[in-house]
């Protein structure tokens, strides 16, 4: 299996690792809500954990850092070589199509796969293998795009086809899936996956922290706008509704104990 040549040509052009830790006050919203959530459903360490997609290792570095067993699964070689020069178990593999065994990790993580499938069935594949390789009451998290969200983004003059189809084909970057939030849930659910919550990483936040970046020309806003941004993300944890406000999505459930066979669409 192959991903759509633009998508491989953006990520072998560009630094997918800066965009969470350059600095910038979206990058690092999306870093700190990502691993705050994690650390608050993972299994303790040394668990183990399969980063599915995991570019060069931004999340896998701080979780191996902190004890887990982590390998990194990457289908693009640059993002495979990156991983591996930080002391990273690092592999080049397709979420639709592990090698790894059944059954054979704590947690999965898909934090990337997802944006960059735009067929539906490929999506399946994803989620079905992240079912296969977890063990029986592990973690699969994975994140997606809101389609909703680009309705605020009054810069954006497809908001209106993203919002209605979930697809961005665009010249300057890589072909984008946008996911309706009930529609992550149902995927995640069909795969076999139970005990699902649904989480805003960014929060309602984000279309304003980059209205302020066109405004200042700035990509860091401070302290005080980060720390308004998280308590805003933060806050729609209680409210679930608030949810749809959110460009970047995290869904994280679980394979049950009890083996529960995915819906083959």
């Given at each position: 299996?192959?991903?759509?040549?633009?998508?491989?040509?953006?990520?072998?052009?560009?630094?997918?690792?800066?965009?969470?830790?350059?600095?910038?006050?979206?990058?690092?919203?999306?870093?700190?809500?990502?691993?705050?959530?994690?650390?608050?459903?993972?299994?303790?360490?040394?668990?183990?954990?399969?980063?599915?997609g995991?570019?060069?290792?931004?999340?896998?570095?701080?979780?191996?850092?902190?004890?887990?067993?982590v390998?990194?699964?990457?289908?693009?070689?640059?993002?495979?070589?990156?991983?591996?020069?930080?002391g990273?178990?690092?592999?080049?593999?397709?979420?639709?199509?592990?090698?790894?065994?059944?059954?054979?990790?704590?947690?999965?993580?898909?934090?990337?796969?997802?944006y960059?499938?735009?067929?539906?069935t490929g999506?399946?594949?994803a989620?079905?293998?992240?079912?296969?390789v977890?063990?029986p009451?592990?973690?699969?998290?994975?994140?997606?795009?809101?389609?909703?969200?680009?309705?605020?983004?009054?810069?954006s003059?497809?908001?209106?086809?993203?919002a209605?189809?979930?697809?961005?084909?665009?010249?300057?970057?890589?072909?984008?899936?946008?996911?309706?939030?009930?529609?992550?849930?149902?995927?995640?659910?069909q795969?076999?996956?139970?005990?699902?919550?649904?989480?805003?990483?960014?929060?309602?936040?984000?279309?304003?922290?980059?209205?302020e970046?066109?405004?200042?020309?700035?990509?860091n806003?401070?302290?005080?706008?980060?720390?308004?941004?998280?308590?805003a993300?933060?806050?729609?944890?209680?409210?679930?509704?608030?949810?749809v406000?959110?460009?970047?999505?995290?869904?994280?459930?679980?394979?049950?104990?009890?083996?529960?066979?995915?819906?083959?669409?």
């Amino acid at each position: 299996m192959a991903l759509l040549p633009d998508i491989t040509a953006f990520y072998e052009a560009g630094d997918e690792a800066g965009r969470l830790v350059s600095g910038r006050t979206i990058g690092t919203v999306e870093l700190v809500r990502t691993q705050e959530l994690l650390r608050a459903h993972l299994p303790p360490s040394p668990a183990s954990v399969l980063d599915v997609g995991g570019g060069p290792g931004v999340h896998a570095r701080w979780l191996t850092d902190s004890g887990y067993q982590v390998l990194v699964v990457d289908p693009v070689e640059k993002h495979v070589r990156q991983a591996r020069r930080q002391g990273l178990a690092a592999l080049v593999g397709d979420a639709r199509q592990l090698e790894q065994a059944d059954l054979s990790f704590d947690a999965v993580l898909m934090l990337g796969p997802l944006y960059h499938l735009p067929d539906g069935t490929g999506r399946a594949r994803a989620w079905r293998e992240a079912h296969r390789v977890v063990k029986p009451g592990g973690l699969v998290a994975a994140a997606a795009l809101n389609r909703y969200a680009k309705l605020l983004d009054l810069n954006s003059p497809r908001a209106l086809d993203i919002a209605a189809t979930g697809l961005r084909v665009r010249r300057d970057g890589p072909t984008t899936y946008y996911h309706a939030p009930s529609e992550l849930c149902a995927e995640a659910r069909q795969a076999g996956l139970g005990d699902l919550t649904l989480y805003g990483l960014h929060g309602p936040a984000y279309e304003a922290l980059r209205a302020e970046e066109r405004r200042t020309g700035t990509k860091n806003l401070g302290v005080k706008a980060l720390e308004t941004a998280l308590a805003a993300a933060r806050f729609t944890d209680g409210h679930p509704e608030l949810v749809v406000s959110s460009l970047h999505l995290l869904a994280v459930a679980r394979r049950p104990p009890v083996a529960v066979n995915p819906i083959i669409p």
